[in-house]
């Protein structure tokens, strides 16, 4: 009798943390890295927030909380889908998690039988799929190309649709293009939708608050009310107000689903961290104005990343609307040999190459299921960034 799950052997590590864990491995060994892989703001969280931690078990709020969150935090959340979303939910339409990625595992647990199809757009975040299939579903993979900068056709989405499909996961800005949807972009998406009555939508709207220029966050459920009924919206505190240790993620929906999640959650790992829960109550509920702030730093960082990628031989890197990754195509370099010696044979030798000969790190398309691309994530230090695509350039340079 085999020891380990047959579950186990459906699904693969996520790559992203393979990448952050070699290049801080290497680094550890005395190597010059570069590490552009970290799905994280490198900005510390904002004292209001420590504060209300620290304020939180001073007062002895370090007990096991409700299952599903505590109900200041469930009113904050509330308060934050109307203000922000135009979206009305009630406390017991919200569920709150370890992280976005507790929750969006909960609604995958919660309602997936074998056989069941998601449809996952593609480039796509590392953990969909992988999740999926941990929850005893099918992914099915819906390409969006460069041609439509990585965002998905009506036409994609209504080719992958068959009676089996139970939920579209949409993201937006994504991990990681950076894409964002403009509302007649996400309309067109959720006609699509209201054609199929039977698929319900998870919105994954982590990067809502990390646009540049002009761009407008919008959210299915937002854009085509007559989807509320089988939305899932999901969001979390991590990347707004760089808070990606306190691991708070929540979610509004249908209260059937909400409930199913609880369920899933209290036979796992009950109540996310009360101390925690605090202080994302005061990340919805205190002062926004340093988001702005931030944005206009990531701002800055994307258009010089973007401006010195494109200037690198073989290297195309379309402009996104938000998130902090950029997702440069590597098709001129296919092909090549690096100067130590390496077969550039896909976005993975790439990657690697790249690693072992200048020691910058990013994460190379095919995990993201696109080709032949890689991610950069540039929240990091200018300094780094600048440093990090100097050696990009001259790696291309030396492609023959
Ligand atoms: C698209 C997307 N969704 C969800 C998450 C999960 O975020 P967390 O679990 O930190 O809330 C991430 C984190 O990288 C992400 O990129």
Not at 196 to 206: E, I, N, Q
Not at 304 to 315: F, P, Q
Request: charged content about 20%.
């Amino acid at each position: 009798m085999a020891f380990l799950s047959d579950t186990l052997s459906r699904v693969k590590p996520s790559p992203t943390i393979a990448v952050t864990t070699k290049a801080a491995e290497l680094k550890a060994a005395g190597k010059d890295v570069i590490g552009l892989g970290a799905g994280e703001p490198d900005f510390d969280t904002p004292a209001n927030i420590k504060d209300a931690a620290k304020a939180a078990i001073d007062a002895g709020k370090t007990k096991y909380t409700a299952v599903d969150g505590i109900p200041e935090l469930k009113k904050a959340i509330c308060a934050k889908f109307k203000r922000d979303n135009g979206l009305d939910y009630t406390p017991a339409q919200v569920t709150i998690g370890t992280g976005g990625k507790q929750v969006l595992y909960n609604a995958l647990m919660a309602t997936l039988n074998a056989g069941d199809e998601v449809v996952i757009p593609a480039p796509y975040w590392v953990s969909y799929p992988d999740m999926v299939l941990l929850a005893g579903g099918e992914p099915v993979i819906a390409e969006a190309t460069a041609d439509t900068a990585y965002k998905l056709t009506p036409d994609a989405l209504e080719a992958a649709i068959t009676p089996k499909t139970k939920w579209l996961i949409f993201n937006s800005p994504s991990n990681p293009t950076g894409a964002g949807y403009t509302w007649d972009e996400l309309k067109a998406l959720t006609d699509v939708l209201l054609r199929h009555p039977h698929v319900w939508v998870m919105s994954d709207d982590m990067y809502e608050h990390l646009v540049y220029d002009d761009f407008t966050f919008c959210t299915p459920a937002e854009v085509e009310p007559k989807l509320y009924d089988r939305t899932l919206t999901v969001n979390g505190v991590s990347k707004a107000y760089a808070m990606t240790g306190w691991r708070i993620g929540y979610a509004a929906g249908p209260v059937e689903l909400i409930k199913a999640m609880g369920k899933i959650q209290s036979q796992s790992t009950s109540n996310p961290c009360s101390v925690s829960q605090w202080a994302a109550v005061e990340a919805l509920n205190g002062p926004q104005d340093y988001i702005a702030e931030n944005n206009k730093v990531f701002q800055r960082r994307r258009d010089m990343v973007v401006d010195m990628l494109n200037a690198a031989e073989g290297i195309d890197c379309p402009v996104p609307e938000g998130a902090f990754y950029v997702y440069p195509s590597i098709a001129g370099c296919i092909g090549k040999t690096s100067e130590g010696g390496a077969h550039i044979v896909d976005d993975e030798a790439f990657a690697t190459a790249l690693l072992e000969e200048t020691g910058v790190a990013v994460v190379f398309g095919a995990a993201f299921g696109t080709s032949p691309c890689f991610r950069v994530s540039y929240a990091t230090s200018d300094e780094a960034l600048r440093e990090a695509c100097t050696r990009i350039q001259s790696f291309c340079a030396g492609l023959k």
